[in-house]
């Protein structure tokens, strides 16, 4: 089982997060591959799809529209936040003293 789920995360990385552009051998690779997923899933996992799984299918679509998909991906804009997060916690809170970097100024 472990090692099905790890192929699938593999298929989905190497099809559609690390290329810049996406060909139509590409998609219907990965429209096999969310196939596979949805059809067997349950049976792989004894557990339900939950949100993100069908997500895949909203990806395939965007992707086939735009033929991206990993510059749009989740995973940088999330690293981007967590920088983003860090550098307001050092700088403002170090400097809420000072009028100007105060978000709310009486």
Known sequence: RVMKLNCWVMQLQDALLTKKRVDAGDLAAVRLLVDDIELNWTR?????????????????AFATQNNFLGQAAESPLE??????????HVRH???ADELEEQLDPP
């Open 44 to 60: 792989l996992t004894s557990q339900g799809p939950f949100p993100k799984l069908h997500m895949l299918r909203h990806c395939l």
């Open 93 to 95: 809170k170090n400097t």
């Open 79 to 88: 690293s981007g936040h967590k920088i983003f997060k860090e550098y307001q």
